[in-house]
């Protein structure tokens, strides 16, 4: 299975869509608590390339995107081959 990674912050409704959409096709997330003006925040950032919203997704430490992303990858019936690789 995949290593997932979601960078993620405190009453982000997007952040918790991400989050129900990997949870049904995984059962191991990482959720990293990213609000605004911390380390892990700035983390993010950078390795989404400088994308400032959360979420920040991951799978094997390549940049999904946010959550208008990783539903689209869903809805294309792409997301199940990249969580099985």
């Given at each position: 299975m995949?290593?997932?990674e979601?960078?993620?912050?405190p009453w982000c409704p997007y952040c918790a869509?991400?989050?129900?959409?990997?949870?049904?096709?995984?059962g191991e997330v990482r959720e990293i608590n990213?609000?605004?003006?911390t380390a892990e925040r700035e983390e993010a950032i950078k390795r989404s390339g400088g994308r400032t919203t959360v979420?920040?997704?991951f799978i094997d430490g390549a940049h999904i995107g946010g959550c208008d992303d990783l539903v689209?990858?869903?809805?294309a019936g792409k997301l199940d081959a990249l969580l099985a690789a």
């Amino acid at each position: 299975m995949a290593k997932i990674e979601i960078y993620t912050q405190p009453w982000c409704p997007y952040c918790a869509r991400a989050l129900n959409i990997l949870n049904e096709k995984s059962g191991e997330v990482r959720e990293i608590n990213a609000p605004h003006g911390t380390a892990e925040r700035e983390e993010a950032i950078k390795r989404s390339g400088g994308r400032t919203t959360v979420p920040q997704i991951f799978i094997d430490g390549a940049h999904i995107g946010g959550c208008d992303d990783l539903v689209a990858l869903e809805r294309a019936g792409k997301l199940d081959a990249l969580l099985a690789a």
